[in-house]
């Protein structure tokens, strides 16, 4: 194209040409396509500005996508879906006034920020941060959010209910699942419960959440979770209790591991991060779920697996067999 030359101020052909170039970003070398001009007057090369995006943003692009942070377009969608504005998410998230600005227009974010920015992704963690900061957003505006932000978490739970019983198979009560249907929340609170404070094993979680079940249902014929339990070598377990774990450890955060050290071998606590959500549940699950804690308050691990090795519906059943809620009759306690 024939144009005046910024370097030499005359008017020739600037020659287009793509090439390669390698920007290095926090010490990592990032590869980008740049389209550079080149002038046939005075063989000058340099950067096409009327390009989109110039290298250095580019290489932002590439950099933040390589180590999943989030995109500048990203920010803008989290604040626009929130109704903020750039300064009152600021202000909420305790930054500089222009910060919010200055990463939606392209400017590199620190990974500390970035790990807070995918945070509030989720409502729950951006409504902890507008109830433990007062002064951040007030008045109507408030108000308005935080009710955004609550019905947001009410969505949030129905579409995770429905994608877990999907997963893991929204079976027809029967004697396995004490005549319930899955409840996935009373599973998650349940677990929450009996982890709060200093917490506890994986091995006696399980027979805890199995006593509870059982007791419930043969005080009042019917399970509080719908769950259904494995005969397993050390007791019985509660069935993709794995899964559950995983999702309360790496996906919603509120289940935490502490290792702690048992005579001469440390042993894996589960700590609840946050306070279980009891609103869910009956007067008399809650009765069951403290009685249960309460009696096996001095239990170990291995007293409480003992023990449930001695129960009938443990001991008339084989190695992965389903353990039906006929046996609660018999429990021992």
Not at 225 to 236: D, N, S
Not at 304 to 314: C, D, F, T, V
Request: proline share 2%; aromatic share 10%; hydrophobic share 35%.
């Amino acid at each position: 194209m024939q144009t005046i030359c910024p370097k030499c101020g005359e008017n020739t052909i600037l020659t287009s040409n793509i090439e390669e170039q390698e920007i290095i970003v926090r010490g990592d070398p990032i590869t980008v396509s740049v389209n550079t001009l080149r002038c046939e007057n005075c063989g000058e090369e340099f950067y096409d500005f009327n390009e989109q995006d110039d290298p250095i943003a580019l290489a932002y692009l590439e950099y933040r996508r390589k180590n999943s942070m989030m995109q500048p377009r990203e920010i803008r969608e989290i604040r626009s879906h929130y109704g903020l504005s750039q300064m009152e998410l600021s202000r909420l998230l305790g930054w500089g006034g222009a910060t919010i600005s200055r990463y939606e227009n392209g400017a590199l974010q620190d990974l500390a920020h970035d790990k807070v920015l995918h945070l509030i992704r989720d409502p729950r963690n951006l409504l902890h941060l507008l109830n433990d900061n007062s002064t951040a957003i007030q008045g109507e505006k408030r108000e308005k959010l935080a009710r955004n932000l609550m019905d947001a978490i009410d969505d949030g739970q129905g579409e995770i209910k429905n994608c877990y019983e999907e997963l893991l198979g929204s079976y027809t009560p029967d004697r396995f699942s004490g005549y319930k249907r899955l409840n996935i929340e009373n599973i998650f609170n349940t677990i929450l419960f009996y982890c709060i404070g200093e917490g506890v094993l994986k091995t006696k979680l399980n027979k805890l959440l199995f006593y509870a079940d059982f007791l419930h249902f043969k005080d009042y014929s019917a399970s509080i979770t719908g769950a259904r339990y494995v005969h397993l070598t050390y007791g019985p377990i509660l069935d993709n209790y794995e899964f559950y774990l995983a999702t309360m450890i790496h996906e919603d955060s509120s289940l935490m591991i502490e290792e702690k050290e048992f005579g001469n071998y440390l042993g894996e606590i589960l700590v609840s991060k946050v306070s279980p959500d009891l609103r869910g549940f009956k007067s008399s699950e809650l009765k069951v779920l403290a009685s249960i804690k309460e009696y096996f308050d001095g239990y170990t691990a291995s007293d409480i697996s003992l023990k449930s090795h001695q129960e009938k519906g443990y001991k008339e059943t084989d190695d992965l067999d389903f353990i039906s809620y006929e046996y609660a009759d018999s429990l021992e306690l």
